[in-house]
């Protein structure tokens, strides 16, 4: 696929906010949480989200991603997920990316996974797998105070 964001095969690709504007914490669906008793809040009070990742390649507008991408946005907002990637073009620092990636957040790892798993998008992944190969995965998030070396405890 062309990364011309002028394109017409590339304006899929781009997802904005509320009013057209860039996504914000609140449009990816965080939300507010009470301190846990513990003196931990959370890195000021923002639940971690969870993302769904796609690492799409071989990605061909055919009758069946049309169809995919008609419908996967209604299957979104019973879970609080939102798209915050939808591929774009990319400003290759180092490797040569081979994927388109999409990125949807969701407030839980439990409302990715039950996203994932209802019949409403259930029903839309074979229409997805007519023009698209790749890798789908549903990854948790860390909080803002997450640090590098946390991963070394």
Not at 87 to 116: H, M, Q, S
Request: aromatic share 8%; with cysteine.
């Amino acid at each position: 696929m062309p990364d011309d964001p002028g394109s017409e095969t590339d304006s899929w690709r781009h997802h904005r906010g509320k009013n057209n504007q860039p996504a914000t914490l609140d449009d990816l669906g965080r939300r507010d949480l009470p301190p846990d008793g513990n003196g931990d809040d959370f890195g000021g009070g923002l639940a971690m989200s969870a993302y769904a990742i796609g690492q799409l390649r071989n990605v061909r507008l055919n009758e069946g991603v049309v169809a995919y991408l008609h419908g996967i946005d209604a299957t979104l907002g019973p879970f609080g997920g939102c798209f915050i990637i939808h591929g774009g073009p990319k400003e290759i620092l180092e490797g040569t990316p081979r994927n388109d990636l999409v990125v949807i957040a969701f407030p839980t790892i439990e409302a990715a996974r039950a996203w994932y798993a209802s019949p409403a998008y259930q029903a839309l992944i074979p229409l997805r797998t007519q023009g698209a190969e790749g890798e789908i995965f549903l990854i948790q998030g860390v909080d803002e105070a997450h640090r590098a070396t946390d991963i070394l405890r």
